[in-house]
């Protein structure tokens, strides 16, 4: 078995979670991945874990980029006046899945790009090596700067989910 099909094989799983936890579409993650592993076995780099991930943090990032774009598209055409009930009722329940999701992601937002990569990376199973390797910081720090960027997602949470409720209750 050739390395890079190993890789494929021992990491796709990883790099769509990673890539999930960006761009927060569980279908758009796996085809991000392909597109990720397409590109590996057509340009064979020299250290492929880590440009697999560089790969797909690019990748992340230019779909966001793409969905903020479709998203100032659909602002504009959910102010249609004929939409059906059960349209509504389902865009309902899309609408707060989207809540969530993006309360999770405003929360990564308030961290540092550095806290954040370390967050992805270890949560798409990078061993602490990989993730000293893909971040620049030495292996010794990657578990404090983990410890601390776990510890201040938390923190972003349950401040934006007070304040939240906080609003909720002023605006009652």
């Keep these: ?96 899945h989207d809540e969530q999701m993006a309360a999770v992601q405003d929360a990564l937002g308030t961290l540092t790009r550095r806290d954040q990569e370390v967050l992805l990376l270890w949560d798409a199973g990078l061993s602490y090596p990989e993730i000293a390797q893909q971040t620049g910081l030495a292996i010794g720090a990657v578990g404090t700067t983990l410890a601390r960027a776990r510890r201040r997602l938390v923190d972003a949470y349950d401040r934006q989910h007070s304040d939240d409720s906080r609003g909720h209750a002023a605006h009652s």
């Design 1 to 96: 078995m050739d390395e890079l099909e190993k890789l494929y094989q021992t990491t796709y799983g990883a790099v769509v979670r990673f890539l999930y936890r960006k761009v927060w579409d569980a279908d758009r993650a796996e085809d991000l991945a392909q597109e990720v592993f397409m590109r590996l076995f057509q340009h064979r780099p020299e250290k492929p874990r880590a440009w697999v991930f560089a790969v797909a943090a690019n990748l992340a990032r230019d779909e966001a980029r793409a969905a903020i774009r479709r998203r100032k598209h659909l602002t504009l055409m959910t102010n249609d006046p004929g939409q059906a009930p059960s349209r509504i009722a389902a865009a309902d329940e899309v609408v707060e």
